[in-house]
């Protein structure tokens, strides 16, 4: 226990565990949220009323470009699985923030519920998955979404935002906009399908490595373990290289750019968007600008995967930011297109 406070906190604490980029940070107060209660404490908690607070998950979405955080870093540790009610065809599934977002996948695999096995292996929390409304593989998460709950940063209420409420788009939601940095999300409740017999493998190589894998009848697991092995193959493992997979955002670009690019760029590859606009993969456009194996120093653009930029041991995460915005401005250069960043810059 700590003066002035009811939960514990520890002082100057490297954070470098605690983001998949493995960026060597410290943080001037580390805390564990691993319920509600402790949770309101913390927010409440006088002490910490002019510092700086930033909520982690499982870092796979940051990168510290500063080597310390003069505030406190808490980490969001709320677990459990819990069924709230079911019918004859969906189970409705309560998950704590905390929970690790590809357990779940496994563990919805398990209960056979489909509806989020397309999302295998993607790092990260749970509670962070409906910030930027994570997707893969022709699913969303606001494809089986039902609702979440979340505490006021200000005011420690519980509130119950519904999938209208949270006004999902593509890698988007409410709280990474009007009301970013409000709320910290306690939990999120699934709708997903009992005993499913259709599956979405239409989208990316699903379908042919399900062929290469001799799975003739698509189900649960080997439609999750086509695309692990598709992950595994394209991106890294932050285990043994920092990143933070994809980098940047694949850019929805209007139809009259589209077919300004593909005059001169023939095979650029596309995706249906909105009426008018057309998504084309960011990776491509890196790749075709000359940064797909690039390195400088400690970090770079992976080899197999121009979306993914990586810190090779020791890079700094402004080396990384500094790389970013080179590959930005190239881009534009070449082809018009802006791309945004998926990775939050702290």
């Not at 930027?132 to 200000?154: C, H, M, P, W």
Request: hydrophobic residues 35%; contains cysteine.
């Amino acid at each position: 226990m700590n003066e002035n406070t009811t939960f514990h906190y520890e002082r100057n604490c490297s954070l470098k565990p605690f983001n998949t980029f493995g960026i060597e940070a410290q943080a001037h107060y580390l805390a564990k949220a691993e319920d509600i209660e402790t949770l309101r404490d913390i927010i409440t908690a006088e002490q910490f009323q002019n510092t700086p607070v930033l909520f982690l998950g499982g870092g796979s979405n940051v990168l510290f470009t500063k080597n310390y955080f003069e505030g406190l870093v808490v980490l969001m540790q709320i677990k459990g699985i819990s069924v709230l009610k079911e019918d004859d065809t969906h189970v409705w599934l309560q998950v704590g923030a905390g929970e690790v977002w590809h357990e779940f996948v496994l563990e919805c695999i398990k209960r056979n519920l489909g509806g989020v096995e397309n999302l295998s292996l993607i790092p990260g929390t749970v509670g962070a998955a409906p910030m930027q409304n994570i997707g893969a593989y022709g699913v969303e998460i606001k494809d089986t979404f039902d609702s979440l709950e979340a505490v006021d940063r200000k005011t420690g209420q519980l509130r119950l935002f519904t999938n209208a409420d949270c006004k999902f788009g593509y890698r988007e939601s409410v709280f990474k906009h009007e009301l970013k940095d409000q709320y910290i999300i306690t939990s999120v409740t699934f709708r997903l399908v009992k005993n499913p017999t259709t599956y979405t493998i239409s989208y990316g190589d699903i379908q042919k490595t399900l062929q290469e894998m001799g799975m003739q009848t698509p189900s649960l697991r080997a439609v999750s373990d086509a695309v692990i092995h598709i992950r595994q193959s394209k991106l890294p493992d932050p285990k043994q290289i920092g990143n933070a997979g994809s980098f940047f955002k694949n850019p929805v670009i209007s139809q009259d750019l589209f077919e300004k690019i593909k005059q001169q760029n023939p095979t650029i590859p596309s995706y249906p968007a909105e009426t008018g606009y057309v998504k084309i993969p960011a990776g491509w456009l890196i790749e075709q600008a000359g940064w797909k194996g690039f390195r400088v120093g400690n970090v770079g653009v992976h080899t197999r995967q121009a979306l993914v930029l990586v810190n090779y041991g020791n890079g700094t995460g402004e080396e990384i930011r500094h790389l970013s915005e080179i590959i930005q401005t190239s881009v534009k250069e070449r082809f018009g297109v802006l791309l945004h960043t998926e990775v939050n810059f702290i």
